[in-house]
């Protein structure tokens, strides 16, 4: 079956950076869009940011553009976020996502969710 494992969440100080990782297993992990989102207490759910499944095409949030890089390995079957230039409001449980569908931007609903890894950002 489909998994989806993050990791590489943690606690870091404004301006810090972290990367993050999602193991993908139980599909044909080069042929599918996938998608990092995130939830801090009390809010709604956000899409971070979505790659196409050769890569070549991204849909960042405005709210993260040019901090935070999406990226994946088809080879090894895993799934970066890059994020610098943390602040406290990015503070939020992040989860890695796959879409089954055509499609793949930042509005599209996406079919399969990882656990989640934990971000927190000091000021």
């Known amino acids: 079956q489909v998994q989806l494992m993050e990791s590489g969440g943690g606690s870091v100080q404004t301006g810090g950076s972290l990367r993050l990782d999602c193991a993908a297993s139980g599909f044909t992990f080069r042929s599918y869009c996938m998608g990092w989102f995130r939830q801090a207490p009390g809010k709604e759910r956000e899409g971070v940011a979505t790659?196409?499944?050769?890569?070549?095409?991204?849909d960042t949030s405005e709210s993260v553009k040019g901090r935070f890089t999406i990226s994946r390995d088809n080879v090894r079957e895993i799934l970066y976020l890059r994020m610098n230039s943390l602040k406290p409001d990015d503070t939020a449980m992040y989860y890695c996502a796959v879409r089954r569908q055509p499609g793949c931007d930042l509005g599209s609903e996406f079919n399969y969710w990882g656990q989640g890894t934990q971000v927190t950002v000091s000021s």
């Open positions: 790659i196409s499944p050769n890569g070549m095409s991204t």
